[in-house]
């Protein structure tokens, strides 16, 4: 058999208190599974199995998507029960839409997407960056709320026993968001580099706030100040775009890659931008 | 603990390894041949079933997931007595069979698509079967057979 992920042991949990009380015990032994895509693959990758996974697939709590101002979106919620996100959080569900084919999409998760490393080409983590999503946790101490990017600049250190139960995401009617990959190939590839843009706008139509976001450029999705200074104070165009991505050049540093070099990463963000931003009036394409 | 699986209507009790590959319980355990390994990583979509109505790539999942689930894979579409599905012999009709190494995957893939949505348009077939790989047929035959069985307007 080529794939040899069928040695550890799976534990079941039905609530997030049983999951995190399972993951306590199990200390640096135990991480959590939902839909597997990850954990499965891991020798593939040459990373290390844990001896035992807790399958949170039971845990209803972390199935729930609550669409509102703000959207709760549980850990265990899949690609394909993101895709339907639009308004202000079209740039989620254009990014759920085209990150995996349907088969990963019907299992994949987003708490999945965001703890999982290194994988830069993890498409949910910028919009929710640009949507200033923040996660619940739930560890033995309790529940607590981290803003994303606290997050992800912890999340190597992170407690073992600690889940993420959902992404809270603020969605005030008006705000607009979109999302833009480039891949090598149309399908079943991960972005080269990815921008998620999320505007809110004034009467006259000048954006009165802006949140930027670049994914797959480095190593972890990050926001980009100088873009998202370049965005606000007028109206959305073109040229206004491919000068945020062009401020955004000055901030990223490529990644090395077998599919793209790093240069080329940087050199195609101002195109993604005004793509990106292209796609703030049209309808969520799914 | 045995796994549970009601398998094209059959239930199981299997002590199997709860992170052997469904796909790997499917053949080896159950004799179910009809699914196909193909990339063992989750990119080529032969391995394509159906898990309690949803699509999933059966090499990457683990079949302790799938514990108390409803599978169905390309040996229920029809039983050895019958005739085929009316999509399965679209698609022979339409030479959407070549080596027919893809042929399983894409037969689950399309009957859920049909359960869920059954008038598609061409353009949501191809994206259905985007996780599909077909290196013989360019797709079109299958996209035809798919049409046909469902009437639908290109």
Known sequence: MANDAHVPELRYASTVDEAVGELARLGADGAPIAGGTWVMLAPLRRMPTHRSYVALTRVEELGRLVEGDPTSIGGAVTMAGLRGLSGPLAALGYAAAHSAPPAIANVATLAGNLRAAPYPGADLVAPLLALDAALELASPDGRSTLPLGDYLASRDARPAAELIVRAIVPAPAGRRSAYERLTVRESGEEPVASVAVSVDLAADGAVMAARVAFGSVEDVARRSAAAEAALVGGPLTAERAEAAGKAAQGELTGREGLDAPGWYRVAVLPALVRRAVARLDAPLEA | ?154
């Open chain 2, 1 to 154: 603990m045995p796994i549970e699986l009601t398998v094209n209507g059959r239930r199981h009790e299997l002590d199997v390894p709860p992170f052997y590959p469904l796909a790997v319980v499917l053949r080896e355990e159950l004799g179910l041949n009809g699914t196909k390994v193909g990339c063992f990583e989750g990119r080529c979509g032969a391995c394509t079933v159906v898990v309690d109505g949803r699509t999933v790539v059966s090499c990457i999942y683990p079949v302790g997931l799938a514990d108390g689930a409803e599978v169905r894979t390309v040996e229920g579409l029809a039983s050895l007595e019958g005739p085929l599905s009316p999509l399965q012999d679209a698609i022979l009709d339409h030479g959407g069979v070549q080596c027919g190494a893809c042929t399983p995957g894409v037969l689950m893939t399309l009957t859920a698509l049909l359960e869920a949505t059954p008038s598609p348009s061409e353009h949501e077939v191809r994206e259905a079967l985007e996780g599909n790989l077909c290196r013989c047929t360019g797709y079109q035959g299958i996209v035809d057979a798919v049409m046909a069985v469902t009437g639908g307007a290109r």
